[in-house]
Each structure stands twice: as C-alpha cells, then as structure tokens.
C-alpha cells in the first residue's frame, strides 16, 4: 500500500469511503474525552463532605466534638454548598464567555492544532485538581483557579461532523442525535472512573480522566482531517429545492418562519460577494431564528448542568447512597439522555418541526421533575424509571439544539453557501446555553441549604420559560403544517 502524507496527516487513514465514518468517529471519541473529564468534579463532592457522624473514628483523633473530622478542607464547613458552587462556577463562567469566541478562532486558526492545544490544556488542569490531593492542598483559591483554566472545549468539533459527514438536512437530526450521545456516554464512563477510587484516594478520579483526554489530543493531532478536499472528498453540495432545512420546510419562504423583514437579504448579498470569508459575531446574530433558540438552550442548559454537577449529591443526600452508589445511579439520567437526543433527532426529521419537537419535550419535563422530586426515591424501580424519563426529557431539547439546529442555522439559505458560518452560529448558541449552564449549578449551590424542593422549583420554572421562547416558532410550524402539503422527502 503507498503511504501519502499531506499535511502532516497519513491518508491512508481516510480514503475516499471511509473519511466520513472515521471523522464521525474521531470526533465522537474526542468529545466523549471532554465531558468524560469535567463529570468528575459531580461524583467527588459527597466524599468531600460526607456525614461523618455514620463512620468510625479514628483513634488518634483528638477533638471528639468535630463533626466535620472525615471531610476536607475548605469543603467541611457549614457553606460547604456554596463553596461548590463556587468552584463549579468558575469554570461554567469562564467556559459561557469562552465559547463565544471559540467559533471565531476555530473559523480563523488550523483546527486541528486548535483542537489538539485545547484537549492538552483540559488535560493539564484536570490532573492538577486531582493532585490537590496529594499535595494536601486546601485553599479553595486553588481549585477554582484550576476549575477557571479548565475551560478549551472548542465548539468547532461540531462543525466537522455536522456538515462533513452529514450533509443532508432530511436525516441531521437523528445522525447528529446519534452522535451527541458523546455527551451522556461522556458523563457515564466519567461517573464510572470516577466511582472506582472516589471512597480511597478521591485524586485519581480526576487523574485518569485527564490522562484520557490528553491522550485524545494526541490522536487529533495525529489523525484528524478537518477538510473532506485534504483527501480528496468533494465538499458538500448545496442542498436541493425538495430537500430544504427543516427550519424552513413548512413555510414558502425563510421569512414566514423567522420574521426578520430586511435582515435575511443582508446577510445573503454579504456572503454572495465573498463566501470564503469567516461571518463576523453580529452577522452570525442576524440569522434568523439564532436569537431565539440561544435564549431557549440557556434555560434548557441551565436545568441539564444542574443534574450534571449536582445529581449524585442529591442522590446521597435524599436516598443516603454512598458516593460511589449514588455516581453509578445518576448514570441513569445520562442513559436516557442518549434515548432523548436521539428520539429527538429522529422525530424532528420525520416532522421537520425542530422548534415543536423541544417545546413537546420541555413542556413534559416540566411535570416529571416534579414528580422525581417527590416520588422518586420510593423504590430503587422508581428511582431508576424517574431518572431514565427525566434524562431523556432535558437532554432530548437540549441535544437537538447544540446539533442539528445550530448546522441547520449555520448552513442556513440565507448565508448563501457561506461554509463558515457554522462554527461561529454555533459558538453563539452554544455560549448563551453556557450562561445557563453556568447559572444553573450557582442557583442550585445557594439554594439547596433552604431545601431540595425549591431547587426543583427552579428547575420547572426554566423549562418553562424555555419552552414559551420557542411559542413563536413553533405556531409557525403549525400554521405551516396546516397550510401547506408536506414535504417530499429525500
């Protein structure tokens, strides 16, 4: 067989019939490596500060009115919750202002020395919160500036697959449901490392995972092709008249879904002009239809990162599971999360309704929520049931958003086959989710100590108003379902 090399890259690795599946796969593994590393801060917090009073002391342990003997410093005060937050938030802040920017450099700058750079520096930082550790560090200073640094997670993963490997719009959304299932598998092989050595020498937990994703950098370094033409692969078409977005497909034109008279056109005459240059920050703003779904990913985001960082722990506070039990339980919240995104996906296809096929999921979640938070720690069958239903409900909208409605927004027709919008769009949406995502485990760190029940009343409420920011969007779905015949399908 002859070896090329361009690049840097070898091509043998990616021939004509194989360099979709293998991107699709290399990016899944990358990003599994991303939110593999940051679950672990979720499982450790219970043996940070854990209920002392149910172990055996030690002997040489003066000082037999200390309660708090097990648990460490700083995190063994009485505001140990909001110290939590603290370190989750400086992280989740500095992650929201980061992924703004993330889409314009990853537009502008190779990306897979962007990507590979941001997977080593994960890498660095998680491994250093873990040797806290061992180097018996407790200053809270510390580990929030770990947690503030820990932030590379690039949105232009997105990006590759999303147009690359899936470029019709008719099947996005379950392949690209498919593929944001990174997202829980992620979470659940974090929660597992985690889980093996949380009760002995809680440092690990994060060691290994900050290996894995810096080991994962290495391979993009090595093995990732950003662009289909480097190995020969034509880049992808535009799409055909009877095969529009599903954004678009019930209406007979962009603007009778997104009212935005005069803007469209702007943006379409710019990228006709010049489709090879990056889109700037307010012209990606201009797509229609961006502003509304960035507002409702923050609340969908908000309610989805407060289980990501504060589920186990409710776990062993209300069902009095150890950190180990209660890091494998919550795994069952992101394994229906896979079931959400994909059954997401896949219906929003077949109804080219992406804003209804949230707003239905939004709307159920509301009430299940509730319901978890009362009855769900009856039986071990109820619990399991309760987190599998919740999992897919505030991961399903969640999912869908990030994925398939960012490619159908970054390739919008407005954009006039401008390809490089969709890093940008994305770094949008995501980064305002990321708001959420950052006030989410805030809110939920000051107001656990008044009771778990108003934390789900938080909760319930941003589903809500997620949900009634879609309102618009999804009567005009309707009134296009019930106006026009439906779509032929590709």
Not at 237 to 262: A, T, V
């Amino acid at each position: 067989m002859n070896v090329c090399v361009r690049n840097g890259i070898p091509l043998f690795f990616y021939s004509l019939c194989r360099y979709r599946g293998f991107t699709l796969f290399l990016t899944f593994l990358f990003y599994t490596s991303y939110h593999l590393s940051r679950k672990p801060i979720s499982i450790v917090k219970s043996e940070l500060h854990k209920n002392c009073s149910t172990l055996i002391r030690p002997p040489n342990l003066n000082g037999t009115d200390n309660e708090t003997w097990c648990d460490w410093a700083p995190f063994d005060q009485d505001n140990y919750q909001t110290l939590f937050g603290a370190v989750d938030n400086s992280f989740l802040v500095a992650y929201a202002v980061g992924m703004f920017f993330s889409g314009i450099f990853g537009e502008r700058v190779p990306l897979r020395y962007y990507l590979t750079t941001g997977m080593l520096l994960s890498g660095l930082f998680t491994c250093l919160f873990g040797l806290g550790f061992y180097w018996n560090i407790h200053s809270i200073w510390y580990y929030a500036f770990v947690q503030m640094y820990n932030v590379s997670k690039p949105t232009s993963f997105v990006s590759i697959p999303s147009v690359c490997v899936c470029p019709s719009p008719s099947r996005r959304g379950f392949i690209m449901g498919v593929w944001n299932s990174h997202t829980s598998v992620g979470n659940i092989l974090g929660s597992l490392i985690a889980g093996i050595f949380v009760s002995s020498a809680w440092g690990m937990s994060f060691i290994v995972p900050g290996i894995i994703i810096a080991s994962t950098g290495i391979l993009c370094f090595f093995f990732l092709v950003e662009k289909p033409e480097d190995v020969g692969c034509s880049p992808p078409q535009h799409h055909e008249d009877n095969e529009k977005e599903p954004l678009l497909q019930n209406s007979s034109s962009s603007e009778e879904i997104f009212s935005s008279p005069g803007l469209s056109n702007s943006i379409s005459s710019e990228s006709t002009e010049e489709h090879t240059e990056a889109i700037s920050f307010c012209g990606a703003l201009r797509i229609p239809g961006v502003m509304e779904f960035s507002l409702c990913l923050l609340f969908a985001k908000l309610v989805s990162y407060t289980f990501l960082y504060w589920l186990p722990l409710y776990i062993s506070n209300v069902a009095h599971f150890d950190p180990k039990e209660a890091g494998d339980m919550s795994t069952l919240f992101d394994v229906g999360g896979i079931v959400g995104g994909v059954v997401a996906g896949l219906v929003s296809d077949q109804t080219g309704g992406r804003a209804s096929t949230c707003c239905v999921m939004l709307i159920v979640a509301a009430p299940m929520l509730f319901l978890y938070n009362h009855i769900g720690q009856y039986s071990l069958a109820t619990t399991i049931g309760m987190l599998l239903v919740c999992g897919a409900l505030v991961n399903g909208p969640y999912a869908l958003i990030t994925t398939a409605v960012s490619a159908d927004l970054g390739t919008h027709e407005s954009l006039s086959g401008n390809s490089r919008a969709l890093s940008t769009v994305t770094a949008i949406i995501d980064g305002t989710g990321s708001i959420g995502a950052a006030l989410g485990p805030l809110l939920a760190g000051v107001i656990s100590p008044t009771g778990w029940n108003n934390v789900f009343f938080m909760l319930i409420t941003a589903d809500i108003l997620a949900c009634l920011l879609l309102s618009r969007l999804v009567y005009k779905e309707v009134r296009g379902w019930c106006g026009h015949s439906p779509r032929q399908r590709g």
